[in-house]
T-cell receptor, first 113, second 112 residues
Framework: DSGVTQTPKHLITATGQRVTLRCSPR?????VYWYQQSLDQGLQFLIH???????AKGNILERFSAQQFPDLHSELNLSSLELGDSALYFC????????????FGPGTRLTVL | SQQGEEDPQALSIQEGENATMNCSYK?????LQWYRQNSGRGLVHLIL?????REKHSGRLRVTLDTSKKSSSLLITASRAADTASYFC????????????FGQGTRLTINP
């Protein structure tokens, strides 16, 4: 158990819908990272938040957005969902800084029908 | 785009044998990390090696790093059935704002 929690574990929805994925980082970690894992693209970095502020963006679609709240939990919002958005979405947390060890949650499996 | 490439893509060995997986990357790195993923589940952090380190050990795991060749290897000794999983290397680059860039992974199967 990494100490990172993600909810829900599974999500099944229809095209065009909007969903919110939630992540709680390990105690003491200020950084939250979101990654997408799909069969064709592998593991891709989406976005990084540090203590409530966006620090870096990766291959994140404009239909996707995220935020980190004062209690450090984070939410990833996916809207106007398409079939191709079906994937595993992981949240990771870490201390940031030199070692940059990132500890991953169990993931949310999103299925768009 | 993927920074790292693991080799081989798949590896099948007998229980008790050693397993070696390799990772190559393209740009200068700060750190290289190895993760394990059991089928469709979360990634488990195994080990981190810094760019100024050449070798690290953790239990049955041995990681080497050759920055001149931009490559790393993960050795699992005395493999067990529970080691069956996919193994990924991940790098963060000097310019990379701490995001991790993953390879495609090696699928390791340990046969009893």
């Amino acid at each position: 158990d990494s100490g990172v929690t993600q909810t829900p574990k599974h999500l099944i929805t229809a095209t065009g819908q909007r969903v919110t994925l939630r992540c709680s980082p390990r105690s003491g970690d200020l950084s939250v990272y979101w990654y997408q894992q799909s069969l064709d693209q592998g593991l891709q970095f989406l976005i990084h938040y540090y203590n409530g502020e966006e620090r870096a963006k990766g291959n994140i679609l404009e239909r996707f957005s995220a935020q980190q709240f004062p209690d450090l939990h984070s939410e990833l919002n996916l809207s106007s969902l398409e079939l191709g958005d079906s994937a595993l979405y992981f949240c990771a947390s870490g201390q940031a800084g030199g070692r940059n060890e990132q500890f991953f949650g169990p993931g949310t499996r999103l299925t768009v029908l | 785009s993927q920074q790292g490439e693991e080799d081989p893509q798949a590896l099948s060995i007998q229980e008790g044998e050693n397993a070696t997986m390799n990772c190559s990357y393209k740009t200068s790195i700060n750190n290289l990390q190895w993760y394990r993923q059991n089928s469709g589940r979360g990634l488990v952090h195994l080990i981190l090696i810094r760019s100024n380190e050449r070798e690290k050990h953790s239990g049955r795991l041995r990681v080497t790093l050759d920055t001149s060749k931009k490559s790393s290897s993960l050795l699992i000794t005395a493999s067990r059935a529970a080691d069956t999983a996919s193994y990924f290397c991940a790098t963060d680059t000097i310019q990379g704002a701490q995001k991790l860039v993953f390879g495609q992974g090696t699928r390791l199967t340990i046969n009893p």
